[in-house]
């Protein structure tokens, strides 16, 4: 059975920091890991899509890395603002669409 | 475009009653996605459909749950009879079509289900 691990659970950093979340998987045989973003009382905004032939995606200043090998995703943010501020999970698809518990970021102005 | 449209928003019942929550996916995708989150279980894929044709149901908790796309704009959750453990917050998503989940996924905002 997959098991995905986000960590850490929560990170707090000062406005224009860089910063990376981590995403781990156990089972390697995936077709895609997917980075989402979750707002307070809304449902998931898809930031990135990575094929398993892939090893990384980049829009504006999110970048996310994959090795498939390792069972390891990294979602780099660069000059993180306010409103970066959100929830992010990873999401890997095998058999089945499982997802991470997240990580709870929180940007300070 | 209007996005993926969930209703009710919030639903408060009691025990034992059916709970019917609809989506109406966005125009033109023909994959529909039922998801339930919780604190204690995160994000679960509960099923999925491919051009109105039920994919995958494994993630379907119980016969009490059972899910049904009679169009490609249409689509029902239905518990019954609902319990209290089923507390959650349900969301649809829709995407173009899609294999192995290659496609990004467009979320409603959810329905809040509390069953007392």
């Known amino acids: 059975k997959q098991e995905v691990t986000q960590i850490p659970a929560a990170l707090s950093v000062p406005e224009g920091e860089n910063l990376v979340l981590n995403c781990s998987f156990t089972?390697?045989?995936?077709?895609?890991l997917q980075w989402f973003r979750q707002d307070p009382g809304k449902g998931l905004t898809s930031l990135l899509l990575?094929?398993?032939?892939?090893r990384e995606q980049t829009s504006g200043r999110l970048n996310a890395s994959l090795d498939k090998s390792s069972g390891r995703s990294t979602l780099y943010i660069a000059a993180s603002q306010p409103g970066d501020s959100a929830t992010y999970l990873c999401?890997?698809?095998?058999?089945?669409?499982?997802f991470g518990e997240g990580t709870q970021l929180t940007v300070n102005p | 475009d209007a996005g993926v449209i969930q209703s009710p928003r919030h639903e408060v019942t009691e025990m034992g009653q059916e709970v019917t929550l609809r989506c109406k996916p966005i125009?033109?995708?023909?994959?529909l996605f039922w998801y339930r989150q919780t604190m204690m279980r995160g994000l679960e894929l509960l099923i999925y459909?491919?051009?109105?044709?039920?994919?995958?149901d494994s993630g379907m908790p119980e016969d009490r749950f059972s899910a049904k796309m009679p169009n490609a704009s249409f689509s029902t959750l239905k518990i019954q009879p609902s319990e209290p453990r089923d507390s959650a917050v349900y969301f649809c998503?829709?995407?173009?079509?899609?294999?192995?989940?290659?496609?990004?996924?467009?979320f409603g905002d959810g329905t809040r289900l509390s069953i007392l």
């Open positions: 089972d390697s045989a995936i077709y895609n």
């Open positions: 999401a890997v698809s095998g058999s089945r669409l499982t």
């Open positions: 125009s033109g995708h023909n994959s």
């Open positions: 459909f491919n051009n109105n044709v039920p994919i995958d």
């Open positions: 998503a829709s995407s173009s079509p899609q294999t192995r989940f290659n496609q990004p996924q467009h």
């Open positions: 990575i094929q398993s032939s892939q």
